[in-house]
């Protein structure tokens, strides 16, 4: 069976990056102490429940599973709460968190990094009975930087697994091209296909507990089915680039400002 690489604090840097480079994917196992994560669950589902915007709706994106519109019932179920960090302190916090942007400056080799605020920057609530299935894709499908270097850090906030819609990856496939059949009408890979069947086979899909980050690079195609448990799973996750590596103008990814961060500067005032 393929596993994902798990590391746990205190990280050795050289390690992940290795581990990084060679699978496109790798597990923090309690990254987040259990009280900061009960309180960023308590501030998304306050935030969810009140369903304070931007936020994107299952109905609107329609992936399988999903309500047939906004319109009948479970229509107005929420996917994600877009611009997390600019909504409290706490997800701000999280996303400046010294730790974790000491992982990102490893992986992205360098300490200027900036937080997108375009994409990745959400709070994921799978809802029972209305929530989806999203099939195998890679984020820079829709994203468009420079260069498309980018890692996601998606923190657990309960436990996640197959079952409530946990998140699966297809490691190493960062580094694979596969042709344009492949896709389907939609841009999602095609397990049935010849070429992606076999990386298809040897998902891996972790069980994560609160506090648990997967750290991926925007190339590794991943995918989740829908929730089949009586709990909505909350995830919240971040993506970062290098500062050099700019959004295109005019795209939606350069549609709002980035955070950029010194890491140099945060590790240095921690201490
Ligand atoms: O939670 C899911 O269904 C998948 C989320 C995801 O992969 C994405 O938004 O890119």
Avoid at 3 to 27: H, K, N
């Amino acid at each position: 069976m393929v596993l994902l690489a798990e590391f746990c604090l205190p990280i050795d840097l050289a390690q992940l990056r290795q581990r990084f480079q060679a699978d496109g994917v790798v597990l923090v196992r309690g990254l987040l102490a259990p009280d900061r994560v009960s309180e960023i669950r308590r501030l998304a589902m306050d935030a969810v429940a009140a369903r304070q915007p931007p936020f994107e709706l299952e109905a609107e994106l329609g992936y399988p599973g999903a309500p047939a519109s906004t319109a009948v019932e479970g229509g107005g179920t929420i996917r994600r709460l877009r611009n997390m960090a600019a909504r409290h302190s706490e997800f701000a916090a999280w996303a400046g968190d010294q730790v974790l942007l000491s992982m990102m400056s490893a992986l992205l080799d360098t300490p200027h990094i900036t937080l997108t605020q375009a994409h990745h920057n959400s709070l994921m609530s799978k809802q029972p009975s209305f929530s989806s299935d999203t099939r195998w894709h890679r984020d820079v499908r829709y994203w468009r930087f420079t260069r498309p270097e980018l890692v996601s850090a998606w923190l657990a906030l309960g436990s996640e697994t197959s079952e409530n819609g946990g998140l699966g990856f297809l490691a190493g496939s960062h580094q694979v091209d596969f042709p344009e059949d492949a896709y389907d009408e939609r841009e999602f890979l095609m397990g049935d296909h010849p070429l992606a069947g076999p990386w298809v086979a040897r998902a891996v899909f972790p069980n994560l507990q609160a506090g648990d980050v997967v750290l991926f690079d925007a190339r590794t195609f991943h995918a989740a089915s829908r929730n089949r448990t009586l709990h909505t799973k909350y995830s919240l996750v971040y993506s970062y680039h290098a500062s050099s590596n700019p959004p295109q103008a005019g795209s939606r990814s350069a549609s709002q400002e980035g955070l950029a961060f010194n890491v140099k500067e945060v590790v240095e005032s921690a201490l």
